[in-house]
């Protein structure tokens, strides 16, 4: 695998152009911020009454509606929420492309899946950084950087790559490392990573403990920071050092326990899950679902955001937390 690092990027090839960031959330107000202080000409592009107007005008940059930042642009980076993101295309971006211009994304979800279908003289790009924006902007400060992924989709000018490199150079990204990959191979393994493991396996999972301990008429608050409240430790430990590092710290019998006991838990049915979970992903089946979902308005997101709240292990933990000082509201 091949690593770039700030040695390999080429800020030149940004100047003289200007740049114009769609949205101003986690990574706009990063992107915005730290290409600015790398020198480049940076416009901030926000519908009409968005509330981060005024916080992207106090942070000193220029703001302008996303058509008219869409029109003066050279290079546009779509920052607004991916259900949106085809709507701000069609609405305010692409009857202001211009032969030559350049159309990043920070996720390949709607490039992938179609959903954003650009003209064939545009260089279409992605820079996506590892990390939430905020990490992105206090690295950049620090003088560091977090690690990007970078691909391209469409190379119009034969220059796309290096203009990504060039554009994560502004972000702090080459200085951590960059490494390519393509919008297929963000898209698939972004969702399947969310769904199998970080946001959907691992909510399950907290779930499912809790509820066999507190079925089995132990105490739900004790069940809570079995399950729930000691996750971050091990996260944590996993985060620094990896899966050793985090069995060298606990107990043995917590370490005999978990190599011994965890492959009964994700077991050969899970994986089968897994399996066919990214054959959804792969097919389009869950875009699909997850398109027409967001076209009907949400009825059933909405659903499951009110029985998640609902449910017992929420309520507990509200509870519990609030005798915690040091974990912030
Ligand atoms: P966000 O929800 O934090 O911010 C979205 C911004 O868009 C907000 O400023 C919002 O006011 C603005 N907005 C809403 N409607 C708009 C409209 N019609 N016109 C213009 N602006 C509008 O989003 P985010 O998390 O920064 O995600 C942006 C992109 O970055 C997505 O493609 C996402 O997949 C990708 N991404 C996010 C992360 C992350 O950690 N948050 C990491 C990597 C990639
Ligand atoms: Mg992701």
Redesign the pocket.
């Given at each position: 695998m091949k690593l770039y690092y700030d040695s390999d990027a080429d800020l030149n090839l940004l100047k003289g152009k200007k740049i114009a960031i769609?949205?101003?959330?986690?990574?706009?107000h990063a992107h915005a911020l730290n290409l600015k202080d790398s020198g480049m000409d940076v416009v901030v592009?926000?519908?009409a009454g968005?509330?981060?107007i005024e916080k992207a005008e106090k942070a000193g940059l220029t703001v302008q509606l996303?058509d008219e930042a869409a029109k003066a642009a050279d290079i546009i980076m779509?920052?607004?929420?991916?259900q949106?993101?085809s709507?701000?295309y069609e609405n305010?971006i692409k009857s202001n492309l211009q032969a030559g211009n350049v159309l990043a994304?920070?996720?390949g979800?709607n490039i992938h899946y179609n959903q954003i279908v650009p003209p064939k003289d545009i260089d279409v790009i992605m820079i996506?950084?590892?990390?939430?924006?905020h990490l992105v902007r206090r690295q950049y400060e620090a003088g560091q950087g977090v690690p990007n992924i970078i691909a391209v989709y469409q190379d119009a000018s034969g220059k796309a790559k290096d203009i990504a490199l060039a554009y994560s150079k502004g972000i702090g990204g080459t200085r951590a490392g960059v490494i390519e990959t393509t919008f297929k191979e963000e898209t698939e393994t972004d969702l399947f990573g969310e769904q199998a493991v970080l946001c959907g396996g691992v909510t399950e999972l907290i779930r499912a403990g809790f509820e066999t301990l507190v079925g089995a008429g132990y105490q739900p608050e004790i069940a809570y920071f079995e399950c729930l409240h000691e996750m971050k430790l091990i996260v944590d430990l996993i985060y620094e050092g990896g899966l050793s590092r985090m069995y060298y710290s606990v107990s043995d019998t917590a370490e005999y326990g978990g190599l011994a006991k965890g492959p009964k838990i994700i077991g050969k049915e899970s994986r089968e899950a897994m399996k066919k979970l990214l054959e959804d992903i792969q097919t389009g089946e869950f875009a699909t679902e997850w398109i027409l979902e967001n076209k009907a308005n949400g009825p059933k997101f909405n659903a499951l955001r009110r029985l998640l709240q609902n449910s017992q292990i929420e309520q507990v933990g509200a509870k519990l937390r609030g005798m915690m000082s040091w974990i912030k509201k």
């Open positions: 769609l949205g101003y959330g986690s990574q706009g592009g926000l519908n968005n509330p981060d996303n779509m920052l607004v929420p991916d949106i993101q709507a701000v305010d994304f920070a996720h979800f996506a950084p590892k990390s939430p924006g």
